[in-house]
Nanobody, 116 residues
Framework: QVQLVESGGGLVQPGGSLRLSCVASGRTVYTMAWFRQALGKERERVAAIAGSAATIYADSVKGRFTISRDTAKNAMYLQMNSLKPEDTAVYYC????????????WGQGTQVTVSS
């Protein structure tokens, strides 16, 4: 089993920054990702990073968000800059084992609110 614990959410003004963290324990994971779900909307993948360090971003966050990981710590980060009100959502950490076609594990979520 893998446990994922997110931290770093909060309230920030438009244009501000936040850094989310996710630490995985239990097993070594391969791909890690951040998803978000705003009220009344479907969950969407924000960014993902593979064990190879390849990354992918949603178009809505390109140039503003940066995903990174520390494989030694089994941790992943999401640096969010130039935040907009439409970034408001619950952000979830997800992880997949090597060769897994889907995300096997999910965190409990952390709220990010962008408002003046």
């Amino acid at each position: 089993q893998v446990q994922l614990v997110e931290s770093g959410g909060g309230l920030v003004q438009p244009g501000g920054s936040l850094r989310l963290s996710c630490v995985a324990s239990g097993r070594t994971v391969y791909t890690m990702a951040w998803f978000r779900q705003a009220l009344g909307k479907e969950r969407e993948r924000v960014a993902a990073i593979a064990g190879s360090a390849a990354t992918i971003y949603a178009d809505s966050v390109k140039g503003r968000f940066t995903i990174s990981r520390d494989t030694a710590k089994n941790a992943m980060y999401l640096q969010m800059n130039s935040l907009k009100p439409e970034d408001t959502a619950v952000y979830y950490c997800a992880a997949a084992l090597v060769n897994s076609p889907s995300y096997n594990y999910w965190g409990q979520g952390t709220q990010v609110t962008v408002s003046s």
